[in-house]
């Protein structure tokens, strides 16, 4: 029904900078909003940023004033810029979001996820 591709992501030193892209495509008539997770090993996924489709974003505490969210409302795409990337930041990224299908069913879909990994 509705696909999720992720890219970006990979190695970096601390202080470094990262993008990551999440292109929705399929049976989409619209889509409420697209948002960043991430998530540690052992640990509960957690909202990174989210951006819905009035423009309006959340962000987590730990993330803000460093990342930012975009989206591309026509090519149905979210972008996260990362910068001033810290070792804490290492986990796996998936994409998130809210989408109104054609036949006018909400679901939830996900990205593959990404390692974003910082290290010097």
């Known amino acids: 029904q509705v696909q999720l591709v992720q890219s970006g992501g990979g190695s970096v030193q601390p202080g470094g900078s990262l993008r990551l892209s999440c292109a929705a495509s399929?049976?989409?008539?619209?889509?409420?909003?697209m948002a960043w997770y991430r998530q540690a090993p052992g640990k509960q996924r957690e909202l990174v940023a989210r951006i819905r489709s009035d423009g309006s974003t959340t962000y987590a505490d730990s993330v803000k004033g460093r990342f930012t969210i975009s989206r591309d409302n026509v090519k149905n795409t979210v972008y996260l810029q990362m910068d001033s990337l810290k070792p804490e930041d290492t986990e796996v990224y998936y994409c998130g979001a809210l989408v109104v299908l054609t036949s006018r069913q909400l679901n939830e879909y996900w990205g593959q996820g990404t390692q974003v990994t910082v290290s010097s």
């Open positions: 399929g049976s989409i008539h619209s889509i409420n909003y």
